[in-house]
T-cell receptor
Framework: TQLLEQSPQFLSIQEGENLTVYCNSSSVFSSLQWYRQEPGEGPVLLVTVVTGGEVKKLKRLTFQFGDARKDSSLHITAAQPGDTGLYLCAGAAWGAGSYQLTFGKGTKLSVIP | DAGVIQSPRHEVTEMGQEVTLRCKPISGHNSLFWYRQTMMRGLELLIYFNNNVPIDDSGMPEDRFSAKMPNASFSTLKIQPSEPRDSAVYFC??????????????FGPGTRLLVL
């Protein structure tokens, strides 16, 4: 069974601060995805990282895939209240006919104005 | 594009009753996934279909759970009989392989189930 450990589980910071969320596994994944989920809604894909060592930027969000493709991090610069939500990482592995995702339990982020 | 549609959005039932959750995937998507989300266990894959065929149901908790996909535009997840420990948010997601060989799963809004 492939497991993804996310840390921290909860994070409460002031507007303008920086933060990093970590996603670690002992397994190698074909790709790793980051999702954001708001209350009462389903997760929405933010980014997919595929290559070991890959770094992707989405405005104030920076995503990195570890060299060994087992871990990833999400860094948010100058957090805004609109960044509040549950951040989920998911490792993708090819199954029969489709990619299966294994999700971490998530990091619940609260950005206080 | 209407996105993935799930119904009902909320369901409250009593232990022992049958519960049926419904999902309409995005048109043109050939894979459909059912997930369950709880605080304790996070988001777990229950079963997924490819071209309407169940591929992997190893995540289905027990025989009380069953899922069907009679056609490309409709799927159901049934729990019979329901138990309080089944209380969770159930998500349906659909996807298709893109030209780059990868895919994005699009999630519905979920069904919040409470079994009393």
């Amino acid at each position: 069974t492939q497991l993804l450990e996310q840390s921290p589980q909860f994070l409460s910071i002031q507007e303008g601060e920086n933060l990093t969320v970590y996603c670690n596994s002992s397994s190698v994944f074909s790709s790793l995805q980051w999702y954001r989920q708001e209350p009462g809604e389903g997760p929405v894909l933010l980014v997919t990282v595929v290559t070991g060592g890959e770094v992707k930027k989405l405005k104030r969000l920076t995503f990195q895939f570890g060299d060994a493709r087992k871990d990833s991090s999400l860094h948010i610069t100058a957090a805004q209240p609109g960044d509040t939500g549950l951040y989920l990482c998911a490792g993708a592995a090819w199954g029969a006919g489709s990619y299966q995702l294994t999700f971490g339990k998530g990091t619940k982020l609260s950005v206080i104005p | 594009d209407a996105g993935v549609i799930q119904s009902p959005r909320h369901e409250v039932t009593e232990m022992g009753q049958e519960v049926t959750l419904r999902c309409k995937p995005i048109s043109g998507h050939n894979s459909l996934f059912w997930y369950r989300q709880t605080m304790m266990r996070g988001l777990e894959l229950l079963i997924y279909f490819n071209n309407n065929v169940p591929i992997d149901d190893s995540g289905m908790p027990e025989d009380r759970f069953s899922a069907k996909m009679p056609n490309a535009s409709f799927s159901t997840l049934k729990i019979q009989p329901s138990e309080p420990r089944d209380s969770a948010v159930y998500f349906c997601a659909s996807s298709r392989i893109n030209l780059a060989g990868w895919e994005t799963q699009y999630f519905g809004p979920g069904t919040r189930l409470l079994v009393l």
